[in-house]
């Protein structure tokens, strides 16, 4: 995904929406769609830097899992194709 903000611009700008201001215009003032902000909140909504550095760590990790878990699978499938043929 093509991201042009950090995490913690991310939360800045949600922040500065919350004492008031219009959303429309922090969405101008920062050049993202209103659909763009509202999938912000949705993801970083009531989060604090240290809380969105905390989920980019634990996201990592899991693709990592995931990696593992996939090459594991097809070692295993290779291995039970080599064991069912007949020598």
């Known amino acids: 995904m093509k991201n042009r ?23 101008r003032r920062h050049g993202i769609s209103q659909a763009t902000f509202y999938k912000y909140k949705s993801k970083y909504g009531g989060l604090e830097v240290s809380d969105a550095r905390k989920l980019r760590a634990l996201e990592d990790e899991n693709n990592k899992l995931k990696k593992l878990l996939a090459e594991q699978m097809v ?10 043929k007949k020598w």
């Open 5 to 27: 903000f950090t995490e913690e611009q991310i939360i800045g700008i949600l922040k500065e929406q919350e004492p008031g201001e219009r959303t429309a215009d922090v969405c």
């Open 75 to 84: 070692d295993n499938a290779m291995l039970r194709d080599a064991n069912s």
